[in-house]
């Protein structure tokens, strides 16, 4: 079936460091969703992408869309411990069913 | 508004048994779905409920199988419980209306239900 490729899967970084995580499909997105998941808890929604090359900023998360819409990132500038979580990429492939990446598990070295 | 609230929040079982999971969305929301969530195969799509009507579905066997009432509030069922169906059930509403393509809807998530099965 359709899937969405996450990497990396795991990302340790030293508190103050950037991340980033990307997203990428074979076919052309109708649109992504990113969502956070921090440990032990459940999936909360972050932001939605639409368009060719969008670029949305939510404080220290930049999030873009890639021009062919195949691929997306999600970038976090200097870290701080309440980042730790695993962040996801999510689509819907045309059908509803939303499909999730494998998730980006970062974690902070304080 | 209240958010997505799951019950139990904890399960133990044995293989064989069954089991079933309840889940009551945002007020207001009609659409239901739910998710299965475990180390290896990472969030899986179980199925999706719309007013009371199943509108899509995973691909998971048989054995999974949901309802949804007349106020919104879903069910999950796994009949003949196996090992491998240990995981974290994850229920999720959205403010879905007509299910127009592409879906842009954003997912609510509850806190889950963690079942063992052993």
């Known amino acids: 079936g359709q899937q969405v490729m996450q990497i990396p899967q795991y990302q340790h970084v030293q508190e103050g460091e950037d991340f980033t995580t990307y997203c990428n499909s074979s076919?052309?997105?109708?649109?992504i969703q990113w969502y956070k998941q921090r440990p032990g808890g459940h999936p909360v929604f972050l932001i939605q992408l639409v368009k060719s090359g969008e670029v949305k900023k939510q404080k220290r998360l930049t999030f873009q869309f890639g021009e062919a819409k195949k691929n997306s990132s999600l970038h976090i500038t200097a870290t701080q411990t309440t980042d730790v979580g695993t962040y996801f990429c999510?689509?819907?492939?045309?059908?509803?069913?939303?499909?999730f990446g494998t998730g980006t598990r970062l974690t902070i070295i304080p | 508004k209240a958010g997505v609230t799951q019950t139990p929040r904890y399960l133990i079982k044995t293989r064989g048994q069954q089991v079933t999971l309840s889940c009551s969305p945002i007020?207001?929301?009609?659409?239901v779905s739910w998710y299965q969530q475990t180390p290896g195969q990472g969030l899986q799509f179980l199925f999706e409920y719309f007013s009371e009507t199943q509108r899509n579905k995973g691909n998971f066997p048989g054995r999974f199988s949901g309802r949804q009432f007349s106020n919104s509030r879903s069910e999950m069922n796994v009949s003949t419980l196996e090992l491998g169906d240990s995981a974290l059930y994850l229920c999720?509403?959205?403010?879905?209306?007509?299910?127009?393509?592409?879906?842009?809807?954003?997912?609510?998530f509850g806190p889950g239900t963690r079942l063992t099965v052993l």
């Open positions: 007020s207001g929301h009609r659409s």
């Open positions: 076919t052309t997105l109708s649109n």
């Open positions: 999720a509403s959205s403010s879905s209306t007509s299910g127009g393509i592409p879906s842009t809807d954003t997912q609510y």
């Open positions: 999510a689509v819907y492939f045309g059908n509803e069913k939303l499909t």
